[in-house]
């Protein structure tokens, strides 16, 4: 299984990127998937994070802001980041809980490799 981030980059202040996440692999079903951050020198922090259910969980700093979503069919997920600000400068990571077997009992915890957003003020 692995997880592709795209959709980081230079963006100035006020800026309305769109973070995509991809999984691809032996996938019977994904549970939970999630965006997290890391800026420099601080640790990597939870953003936010949606159920299969649908059900979303947003950190403060960015409720009302970013929107998180996901494309069941397409096993991706994506976060719409709007009114950017400097201090959400940070490498972005994707995880997701994926049951790699039919009877369910193999489920894991995957990572993307980061995608860094970078805001200009």
């Known amino acids: 299984v692995q997880l592709q981030a795209s959709g980081g980059g230079l963006v100035q202040t006020g800026g309305s990127p769109r973070l995509s996440c991809t999984a691809s692999?032996?996938?019977?079903?994904?549970?939970?998937i999630s965006w997290y951050r890391q800026a420099p020198g601080k640790q990597r922090e939870l953003v936010a994070s949606v159920t299969s259910t649908g059900s979303t969980n947003y950190a403060g700093s960015v409720k009302g802001r970013f929107t998180i979503s996901r494309d069941s069919a397409q096993n991706t997920v994506h976060l719409q980041m709007n009114s950017l600000k400097p201090e959400d400068t940070a490498v972005y990571y994707c995880?997701?809980?994926?049951?790699?077997?039919?009877?369910?009992?193999?489920?894991?915890?995957?990572w993307g490799q980061g995608t860094l957003v970078t805001v200009s003020s």
């Open positions: 995880a997701a809980s994926i049951v790699c077997s039919v009877d369910g009992k193999a489920e894991y915890v995957y």
């Open positions: 692999g032996t996938i019977f079903s994904i549970d939970a």
